[in-house]
């Protein structure tokens, strides 16, 4: 098991934006508004080419319920506090965010 975001597919005719406020409710039932985009690239995985969008967004409520026939385990952690056991991609959507932060300041 593995640490990772929320990452799914959009269904047809859906935003990228609302497909992460659609994934994000049925798989922990957490509301999200107000999402900010931050950075798109391209993954391949398992011979499948995906577009993959990153959003940020501020929480009102942090609780969650997990669909436990998706997810086995979720949390909140602090970036100094990442589980080890994370995919390697988490590392580089961090770094993306840093990146967006850096152009958007300067």
């Not at 409710?25 to 107000?34: D, T, Y």
């Not at 391949?44 to 940020?56: L, S």
């Not at 942090?62 to 026939?69: A, N, Q, S, T, V």
């Not at 580089?92 to 300067?106: A, C, H, P, R």
Request: charged share 35%.
């Amino acid at each position: 098991t593995y640490y990772r975001f929320v990452v799914k597919t959009t269904r047809r005719k859906e935003s990228f934006e609302e497909a992460a406020v659609r994934e994000v409710k049925e798989e922990l039932g957490i509301n999200l508004s107000n999402l900010k985009h931050f950075a798109t690239y391209k993954n391949i995985m398992e011979h499948k080419r995906d577009t993959v969008a990153c959003f940020e967004t501020e929480l009102l409520v942090p609780d969650f319920k997990i669909d436990e026939l998706e997810i086995c385990e979720a949390g909140w952690f602090a970036l100094n506090q990442l589980p080890e056991d994370r995919v390697q991609r988490v590392d580089q959507i961090l770094v993306m965010y840093d990146e967006s932060k850096k152009y958007q300041s300067g």
